[in-house]
């Protein structure tokens, strides 16, 4: 079976890491969403934006690269500058390997989706230096960031719990 060029030039950034990062936000997003059924619309919205990224960035798609990288940033920028939810699912955790009980099963699987998103900011950029091919690639990767967080913002505004 022959390879075309995007694909010869595919880092493990893309291969390996970007799908994991993205697994682990989407179980999170699974879980809370179990957790707490007014969660379930947004995160259902807010998992497509995984899905996609884990599906563009498997062809090269620069675009995908720059959602991701720039989605992770932000929800973690707001949960550490926020409500300190990763905090708050730490402590949960260990709590939790010291009791083996959980009260609130959502706050515990905030740490795993900022783990999830640590190493996209780490593997989106990667992949996208490993990208050769495309010339305007960091306009992209900008325009890409600038996407999601519209999408983020309207999913939000029309899917939020009241």
């Not at 996609?52 to 062809?59: D, E, M, N, Q």
């Not at 706050?107 to 990208?131: E, K, R």
Request: hydrophobic residues 55%; contains cysteine; aromatic residues 12%.
């Amino acid at each position: 079976m022959e390879m075309d060029d995007g694909s010869v030039n595919q880092s493990s950034a893309t291969l390996m890491w970007i799908p994991i990062g993205a697994g682990l936000f989407l179980v999170a997003l699974a879980v809370s969403a179990v957790a707490v059924p007014e969660l379930r619309l947004l995160h259902f919205l807010q998992a497509l934006i995984y899905v996609a990224v884990v599906i563009l960035s498997r062809r090269n798609n620069v675009f995908a690269l720059g959602a991701g990288f720039t989605i992770a940033v932000a929800w973690n920028c707001l949960e550490f500058f926020g409500p300190h939810l990763i905090h708050a699912g730490a402590v949960m955790f260990w709590s939790f390997l010291h009791t083996g009980q959980v009260q609130h099963l959502e706050t515990l699987m905030v740490p795993i989706g900022g783990i999830g998103h640590f190493i996209l900011m780490i593997a989106c950029p990667t992949a996208l230096i490993h990208q050769t091919t495309d010339t305007k690639k960091w306009w992209k990767f900008i325009a890409g960031g600038v996407l999601v967080l519209e999408y983020f913002a309207l999913i939000v505004a029309i899917a939020r719990p009241r």
